[in-house]
């Protein structure tokens, strides 16, 4: 096969987003596998695309001020060479300007209409003569624009941001949806220990420092694959994001319990209550989908855990045979994602504020269904990914309410402390990007049935 370049692969995955509706991680994912990049080939194509896909809204701006007809009438392919191209000058001060224009006509030789090389090359020319000047709209004037421009965030997140929180933790958050986040993995504590892993993985040539909360957590650099470890083949982790492992430690089932997962796949909760239940006692893993299934029967397989049954069904249409069954139930919902923006560059852009109405609906009737399942005296664990007061705290009060059978429980005993002990006393914490530095927007409410 003929060597592809870095920015080429970058391009094949910005045009499978926009035109076939991919995600950009799997994309990229694809494209990696298919074209088999040096590791630096790897990280520039890696940085290229999820750095154009994250700051889309602030290229096309700035393109737009350069060609007369509107950017929605170029191709598919013209459209992200000069997204790619604008990206190495506005946002790669390591790429020469030059390389960034030469390199973008060689992309528009080869997917191209004719007349196109030259076309991009006096677009992206004209885009750097002018970048020290580009200013963004004045923030007196427009604050909502300019910091939807200045930080890549679409204008009715910005708008509701700035009307919940106001404008200094409105920059706050978006400027951290904008790091990147670390690659994080949870210790499989059936097999080894945190330090004996650190070891493991340090052999194999990695960095490896220890996760401020999470007690297994660990965050590694200097890979190429997460996945071709022959640690992580053999076992010896599961990938997790810290604050996602707290969600298990907010269960703490006993070994020995009966443990009900009811939003599971694919598995990375599941696997952490099996591991804190000592792979003792049952869990049902449930699912609506059947692919999704499949991972977690993999994960569960890999870390060496055979307590968990999975099964096929909507979390709406509990209990069924699980009426009253269940010691701990753990309803981590479907949610609008707004709290891991950061991992996946291109979400933002695919998030629309009406979705967020259908996802509480979503999650109300789930946690109603979930809640039939808990024994008296058992224990209900909501958590989402996403940082929207009516799919968090907003949804707990509303069960709650309707509820009255269940009640919040301190959380203190359950997770670390310096996490934010006003909140964890009354049961439940709010974790967001910007306000627990290196962490996803979290949220955890755990609740006992009397």
Same mark, same amino acid.
């Given at each position: 096969?003929?060597?592809?370049?870095?920015?080429?692969?970058?391009?094949?995955?910005?045009?499978?987003?926009?035109?076939?509706?991919?995600?950009?991680?799997?994309?990229?994912?694809?494209?990696?596998?298919?074209?088999?990049?040096?590791?630096?080939?790897?990280?520039?194509?890696?940085?290229?695309?999820?750095?154009?896909?994250?700051?889309?809204?602030?290229?096309?701006?700035?393109?737009?001020?350069?060609?007369?007809?509107?950017?929605?009438?170029?191709?598919?392919?013209?459209?992200?060479?000069?997204?790619?191209?604008?990206?190495?000058?506005?946002?790669?001060?390591?790429?020469?300007?030059?390389?960034?224009?030469?390199?973008?006509?060689?992309?528009?030789?080869?997917?191209?209409?004719?007349?196109?090389?030259?076309?991009?090359?006096?677009?992206?020319?004209?885009?750097?003569?002018?970048?020290?000047?580009?200013?963004?709209?004045?923030?007196?004037?427009?604050?909502?624009?300019?910091?939807?421009?200045?930080?890549?965030?679409?204008?009715?997140?910005?708008?509701?941001?700035?009307?919940?929180?106001?404008?200094?933790?409105?920059?706050?958050?978006?400027?951290?949806?904008?790091?990147?986040?670390?690659?994080?993995?949870? !210790?499989? &504590?059936?097999? #080894? %220990?945190?330090?004996? /892993?650190?070891?493991?993985? $340090?052999?194999?040539?990695?960095? +490896?420092?220890?996760?401020?909360?999470?007690?297994?957590?660990?965050?590694?650099?200097?890979?190429?694959?997460?996945?071709?470890?022959?640690?992580?083949?053999?076992?010896?982790?599961?990938?997790?994001?810290?604050?996602?492992?707290?969600?298990?430690?907010?269960?703490?089932?006993?070994?020995?319990?009966?443990?009900?997962?009811?939003?599971?796949?694919?598995?990375?909760?599941?696997?952490?209550?099996?591991?804190?239940?000592?792979?003792?006692?049952?869990?049902?893993?449930?699912?609506?989908?059947?692919?999704?299934?499949?991972?977690?029967?993999?994960?569960?397989?890999?870390?060496?855990?055979?307590? !968990?049954? &999975?099964?096929? #069904? %909507?979390?709406?249409? /509990?209990?069924?045979?699980? $009426?009253?069954?269940?010691?701990? +139930?753990?309803?981590?919902?479907?949610?609008?994602?707004?709290?891991?923006?950061?991992?996946?560059?291109?979400?933002?852009?695919?998030?629309?504020?009406?979705?967020?109405?259908?996802?509480?609906?979503?999650?109300?009737?789930?946690?109603?269904?979930?809640?039939?399942?808990?024994?008296?005296?058992?224990?209900?664990?909501?958590?989402?990914?996403?940082?929207?007061?009516?799919?968090?705290?907003?949804?707990?009060?509303?069960?709650?309410?309707?509820?009255?059978?269940?009640?919040?429980?301190?959380?203190?005993?359950?997770?670390?402390?310096?996490?934010?002990?006003?909140?964890?006393?009354?049961?439940?914490?709010?974790?967001?990007?910007?306000?627990?530095?290196?962490?996803?927007?979290?949220?955890?409410?755990?609740?006992?049935?009397?």
């Amino acid at each position: 096969m003929a060597e592809v370049s870095a920015r080429e692969i970058a391009l094949h995955v910005l045009k499978a987003v926009e035109a076939d509706g991919a995600y950009a991680n799997l994309a990229l994912n694809r494209a990696l596998e298919e074209y088999h990049p040096s590791k630096l080939d790897r990280a520039f194509a890696t940085e290229l695309a999820y750095g154009t896909l994250r700051t889309l809204n602030t290229l096309d701006w700035i393109i737009s001020r350069y060609v007369q007809q509107p950017l929605g009438d170029q191709t598919v392919w013209n459209r992200n060479i000069l997204r790619l191209g604008a990206y190495q000058i506005f946002y790669m001060d390591k790429v020469p300007t030059g390389a960034a224009c030469f390199e973008a006509v060689e992309l528009a030789k080869k997917f191209g209409t004719p007349g196109t090389a030259r076309f991009v090359n006096g677009v992206l020319r004209n885009v750097a003569r002018h970048k020290d000047k580009l200013q963004f709209p004045d923030p007196e004037a427009d604050l909502v624009t300019h910091i939807s421009l200045k930080y890549f965030h679409p204008i009715w997140l910005v708008k509701r941001w700035l009307t919940e929180l106001g404008p200094a933790e409105t920059i706050a958050l978006c400027r951290a949806n904008n790091t990147i986040p670390p690659n994080t993995v949870r !210790v499989n &504590t059936l097999r #080894l %220990d945190r330090d004996t /892993l650190t070891v493991r993985l $340090e052999e194999e040539g990695l960095t +490896v420092r220890k996760t401020r909360f999470a007690p297994e957590g660990l965050e590694i650099g200097g890979f190429v694959s997460m996945r071709a470890l022959a640690s992580f083949q053999e076992g010896l982790f599961q990938i997790q994001d810290e604050s996602s492992m707290l969600a298990a430690h907010a269960v703490s089932p006993a070994p020995g319990a009966r443990t009900l997962d009811v939003c599971s796949a694919p598995g990375g909760k599941t696997t952490h209550l099996a591991q804190l239940m000592g792979n003792q006692g049952a869990i049902k893993a449930l699912d609506i989908h059947r692919h999704k299934l499949k991972l977690v029967v993999d994960n569960c397989r890999r870390l060496g855990i055979d307590n !968990v049954e &999975t099964g096929l #069904l %909507d979390a709406r249409d /509990l209990p069924g045979e699980f $009426e009253g069954w269940a010691d701990f +139930v753990l309803v981590d919902a479907p949610c609008s994602g707004l709290g891991v923006l950061r991992r996946r560059p291109d979400a933002r852009w695919r998030k629309e504020p009406g979705q967020i109405t259908g996802l509480v609906r979503l999650q109300e009737g789930i946690l109603a269904g979930a809640a039939q399942c808990v024994r008296a005296g058992g224990v209900l664990v909501y958590s989402t990914c996403t940082i929207t007061y009516e799919e968090n705290l907003g949804q707990v009060q509303a069960f709650l309410a309707h509820h009255p059978d269940f009640s919040l429980e301190d959380l203190r005993p359950f997770l670390p402390a310096g996490l934010g002990e006003e909140q964890t006393a009354r049961g439940y914490i709010e974790i967001s990007p910007h306000t627990h530095e290196g962490m996803d927007g979290f949220f955890i409410a755990r609740m006992r049935r009397r």
